[in-house]
């Protein structure tokens, strides 16, 4: 089967190649799924840069690609919910991560039955920026109808999914976006839209319940001048939280090296009165069976920036890399 690999750490364009391997097998526990269509995050990138290399190290070469939507074609020993000619979507472990190919083995955990009114390659838009929302929003801060967040980037894969969700659990919600993309994040249903081009989000006149930090830098501190006293600033892309390293039962050296990469967020959350907090998304096909039972509702829509060919990858790499997609990158692989 051809599946594309990434060979070193560095530029995806010259570490990211199509390869002929051996099909997988489905073990106990695992599906075999006939990949129709993945979908690209920032994240993929970033794993061939190196810059999660002193998180998670692979064995090179190595697969690639976290989101997937197909059919199953075989099951292993064990697998009890799912049968050959399943349709399916599913988001991959950080150890099992190979979606940018034609088939793939999976844990029966990570997969859930794909939203019955969407085709492959618009499932394969949702798996895991709707995990990532539902993770952060929902067992982490434990969001209420009613609240107000400011999410940033809500034109982004994470943005235009949280905007839909938070709208359907009957949020008020603000995004940042560019003047460009003003009208389109309205459209997904946002009460207020600041166009960063425009006006800064920090002298809206405004303050939140919870604030969605997807962009990091400065404005993870910088988001606790618009938070409530009590509030959250929720991030995906600041330091880690320091609960982090008691979560994954970390050592002293790495709780010490949170505690400093975290001070300047800490001080500025002591400051606001409010609370930080940080998390990595996980596999669940428990909650994509949730999610798509929303998307099935009609209540969230996936939004596709652009598809791409198989053997355009590369193209679709650096397509998001510029960092202006508006939602997600599909790569149809059938
Ligand atoms: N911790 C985790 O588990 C986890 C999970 C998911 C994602 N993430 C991280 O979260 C980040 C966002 O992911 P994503 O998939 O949403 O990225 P993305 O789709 O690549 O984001 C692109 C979008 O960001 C918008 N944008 C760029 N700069 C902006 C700014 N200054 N203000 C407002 N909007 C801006 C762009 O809009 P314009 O073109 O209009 O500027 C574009 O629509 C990434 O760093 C990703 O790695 C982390």
Known sequence: MRAYQFTGYGPTSSKVVLTDLAAPVAQRGEVLIEIHAASLNPIDYKIVRGDLKRVVSYKLPHRLGYDLSGVVTAVGEGVTRFKSGDEVYARTSGDSIGSFAQTIALNQDYVAMKPSNLPHDQAAALPLVGLTTVQGLVDRVHVKSGQSILIHAGSGGVGTFAVQYCKHL???????????????????????????????????????????????????????????????????????????????????????????????????????????????????????????????????????????????LLDALTH??????RGKIVLKVR
């Open 320 to 325: 998001l890399q510029s960092g202006r997609a």
């Open 170 to 312: 009957g949020m008020n919600v603000t995004a940042t976006t560019s003047s460009r993309n003003a009208e389109f994040v309205k459209s997904l249903g946002a009460d207020r839209v600041i166009a960063y081009d425009k006006e800064n989000y920090l002298d809206a006149g405004q303050t939140y319940d919870v604030v969605y930090d997807t962009l990091g830098g400065a404005v993870t501190s910088d988001s606790f001048k618009v938070v409530k006293r009590g509030g959250v600033v929720l991030s995906l892309s600041g330091p880690p939280d320091r609960g982090f390293p008691e979560r994954v039962g970390a050592g002293l050296v790495v709780r010490l090296a949170v505690w400093m990469m975290s001070r300047k967020v800490y001080a500025a959350a002591k400051q606001a009165g409010a609370s930080y907090c940080w998390y990595l998304t996980e596999p669940s096909g428990r909650q994509l069976t949730d999610i798509a039972k929303i998307v099935e509702s009609g209540a969230i829509k996936p939004v596709i920036d652009r598809e791409f060919p198989f053997d355009r």
